[in-house]
């Protein structure tokens, strides 16, 4: 098996340590950036300020899109989230964990370790790329070839889709995930989701965290004009973390939903390509109109389709 990172273009060091410094910067004018909201608009209701928050983060994301007109670098997604989850850490270390329990302390510690070690291995692993010699069948192969490969359950059809990022044909293809930096197929499929879960809990411990500290500093009623930027910090991080888990609970839902009828995003969202998600119906028989629908065969029941995810990696 070829290693999927050997397949990309490799950066030199210069050009990723640039895509570092723009990723670093954007971190810390997002974060600086959504501190301005609890500044100005103290006392504003919740959903006002997620909605201007939203509005300053595509501010920085157009920034984004300058510096890499102007200088020819652009961000790396996986340094961003790795950046975020940095400023968040330091951010608790210095700030909120001061006046909390020890167990509160030592759980969101251990679940920011867990899942920079979780970025870093999905970053590293395989998700089902084919051997080149399967890649070469699969390009001189029709579709039709390809699905009746898959249905005598071979390896060299076993929904194998391409990846126009990666470059390489990827088993159970689901989608190419910018934040994680690497294809989600079947061989990470079931560690992206682990990851999911990670953050989800990872962003509500640290709301509970920083709504405690805001409890007993008194930060949430005495916010002001006046206020120290390390106070509006804790409620603009507080802020953010709100929009990562609406964004990320809809996600999770999404691929959830994908899993329990045995569906992958590329499949869903692309079926028209794929003649096996294709069910031809004619109205009257003798007439030449016919209408496409989408058929999925390959969900076997709820519980026959998560079993069978729960053994993705063992193929």
Known sequence: MVPLQSQRKRLSWPSLTGRCVVSCTMVLLTQFALSLVPRFLPTSPLLIQLSLSVVLMLVVVGLGGLFRRLLGIHASAPALVFFNILFIWCFYVLIIRKGLSLVMDVVFNGEVVLLLTGLCSMLKSDPGLVEPSFSDKLVESSASEIITAHNEDSDFGRRVRYCKICKGYIKGFDHHCPAFGNCI?????????????????????????????????????????????????????????????????????????????????DEWVNWKKYPEFQLIVQYQPGQSSTEIRFTNPHDKGILQNVKEFMSLEKR
């Open 185 to 265: 197929g079947q061989k990470n499929y079931l560690l992206f989701m682990v990851l999911l879960v990670g953050f989800l809990v990872t962003e509500a411990c640290y709301l509970a965290c920083s709504s405690e500290y805001a409890v007993k500093s008194g930060t949430s009623s005495m916010l002001s004009s006046e206020t120290s930027l390390s106070e509006n910090l804790a409620v603009s991080t507080r802020i953010f973390s709100i929009l990562q888990l609406v964004w990320q609970v809809a996600f999770f839902t999404w691929h959830l939903y994908g899993i329990c009828f045995n569906i992958r995003t």
